[in-house]
């Protein structure tokens, strides 16, 4: 065996935990755009801003798509919205569970 060769269990337990911290931060990130009122996908959609609503698409031309109200909404009106219906979910499902 060559010194430079590295072995199979420690790069086998070097793949395992870098997958886990990618995880881990790729779901704290979705939980902060989430909770931001950013797009999920990470792209922005408009020239929206998280207090102001936008005005035109960015990135694809305006003829060749039509924009929705969710795309141009401001930041706070798309969180205001993800968060009420997270929380109406919990509370349908909370009720669900004490009912029976």
Same mark, same amino acid.
């Given at each position: 065996?060559?010194?430079?060769?590295?072995?199979?269990?420690?790069?086998?337990?070097?793949?395992?935990? +870098?997958?886990?911290?990618?995880?881990? +931060?790729?779901?704290?990130?979705?939980?902060?755009?989430?909770?931001?009122?950013?797009?999920?996908?990470?792209?922005?959609?408009?020239?929206? /801003?998280?207090? +102001?609503?936008?005005?035109?698409?960015?990135?694809?031309?305006?003829?060749?798509?039509?924009?929705?109200?969710?795309?141009?909404?401001?930041?706070?009106?798309?969180?205001?919205?993800?968060?009420?219906? /997270?929380?109406?979910?919990?509370?349908?499902?909370?009720?669900?569970?004490?009912v029976r």
């Open positions: 065996m060559n010194k430079n060769t590295v072995k199979r269990t420690l790069t086998r337990k070097r793949r395992v935990r +870098s997958r886990r911290g990618r995880r881990l +931060s790729l779901l704290v990130l979705l939980l902060v755009w989430f909770l931001s009122g950013q797009p999920l996908n990470g792209r922005r959609q408009s020239n929206c /801003t998280f207090w +102001s609503a936008g005005t035109r698409r960015v990135g694809v031309p305006a003829y060749l798509i039509t924009c929705r109200w969710w795309a141009l909404a401001a930041g706070w009106q798309r969180a205001g919205i993800r968060l009420s219906m /997270t929380a109406v979910s919990v509370y349908l499902l909370v009720g669900l569970v004490i």
